[in-house]
């Protein structure tokens, strides 16, 4: 700048017509991440809407996961009849950022079309999943980063029951999961495909569950390059193992990487609540940091006002987006510098 701009820039800003600069103004999160990425969950009906949660997407990510653009429901509402149109919006918008995408997902019990959950036979249902697999990822092919193939599959009442009780598991048993991984490598080598879930951040009976499923695809050659560890933590619970279990699935020879991360502060949201949050973000994404395969941070949402969870006050922006101490911890954190 010269110094007539200098000049004049101090003037406006003195005389109170420029606003004054934030300082988190030069903070840019996915530089601070590098080599890992920085992402979020991006989502069409904020995205070019509102204006100052784009300019926070614009800059801060280098990763993102279309919130529910991608899930059956809103790409293959009707049988063979794909809408690609709010996903595309996505991977056009990562593109031109110069953004990663993870695909997000193809194998879930939730966010079904009726088609699909309620009226085929087995035989229907497997010609539907390889159909809807296949046309999926021959669409964005060489332009995704990777696939959430599997979306929480994992039963909530290990140790006894290890899958999930949806039409999948229902349909297909225990090849469900196998079935969707085959048919995904088989489309497209590249994207890297993912096994996604919760509460199985510490080292616990659903991990261990998961850790033996993975381990016995390893063995019997079932394609799977990586664990996604969502990461929805209420204040002040970060499980202590959350570095351990990273490593030990990484030991597996798998990329691991934090999916869905918020923080819900279960109440006010007060000077004391956000900075035992601003510590749970740096430890969450500390473990990654320490963590030799944890390839992404991705973070569920922007800013408290459009995240899944209303009220939580869950995410680094605020409703006004600007920057608050998680921000500023999860700079710390991918910095090396200590939790604040
Ligand atoms: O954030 C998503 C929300 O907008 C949807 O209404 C909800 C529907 O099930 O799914 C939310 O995203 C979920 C994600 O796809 C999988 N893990 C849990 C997330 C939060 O529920």
């Avoid at 989502?43 to 993102?64: A, G, P, R």
């Avoid at 980063?145 to 929480?152: A, F, L, P, Q, R």
Wanted: a negative charge.
């Amino acid at each position: 700048m010269s110094l007539f701009l200098c000049l004049f820039s101090l003037a406006l800003y003195s005389a109170g017509s420029l606003a004054a600069p934030s300082p988190s103004q030069n903070i840019i999160l996915r530089d601070l991440a590098v080599p890992r990425f920085f992402g979020a969950a991006a989502n069409t009906t904020f995205l070019f809407h509102d204006v100052n949660y784009t300019k926070v997407i614009e800059t801060q990510f280098s990763i993102f996961t279309p919130e529910n653009e991608m899930k059956w429901e809103s790409i293959e509402p009707e049988p063979n009849g794909f809408d690609f149109t709010a996903a595309d919006e996505i991977v056009r918008f990562a593109e031109s950022v110069n953004a990663k995408v993870r695909g997000h997902n193809f194998m879930w019990g939730n966010q079904l079309p009726p088609w699909v959950n309620d009226t085929l036979s087995a035989t229907e249902l497997d010609r539907a999943l390889k159909n809807h697999i296949t046309t999926i990822m021959d669409h964005y092919r060489g332009k995704l980063y990777s696939w959430d193939v599997i979306n929480e599959m994992i039963s909530d009442n290990t140790p006894n029951e290890t899958f999930k009780d949806n039409i999948w598991t229902q349909k297909f048993g225990e090849e469900a999961m196998p079935k969707a991984l085959t048919y995904a490598r088989a489309v497209d080598s590249q994207p890297k495909l993912y096994i996604n879930d919760y509460s199985i951040e510490g080292i616990n009976s659903k991990s261990d569950a998961l850790y033996s499923v993975v381990s016995s695809f390893l063995a019997d050659g079932v394609p799977v390059d990586a664990i996604g560890f969502q990461c929805h933590f209420t204040l002040g619970q970060i499980p202590d193992t959350l570095q351990e279990n990273l490593q030990r699935f990484a030991d597996l020879g798998l990329d691991v990487a934090i999916t869905e991360l918020d923080i819900n502060l279960m109440g006010p949201s007060n000077a004391t609540a956000l900075e035992q949050q601003a510590k749970d973000y740096w430890t969450v994404v500390n473990a990654c940091v320490q963590t030799k395969r944890c390839v992404s941070t991705s973070v569920w949402g922007v800013s408290d006002d459009h995240s899944w969870i209303p009220n939580g006050s869950v995410l680094p922006w605020n409703a006004e987006k600007q920057p608050k101490p998680a921000f500023y911890a999860i700079a710390d954190a991918f910095e090396g510098k200590p939790e604040p």
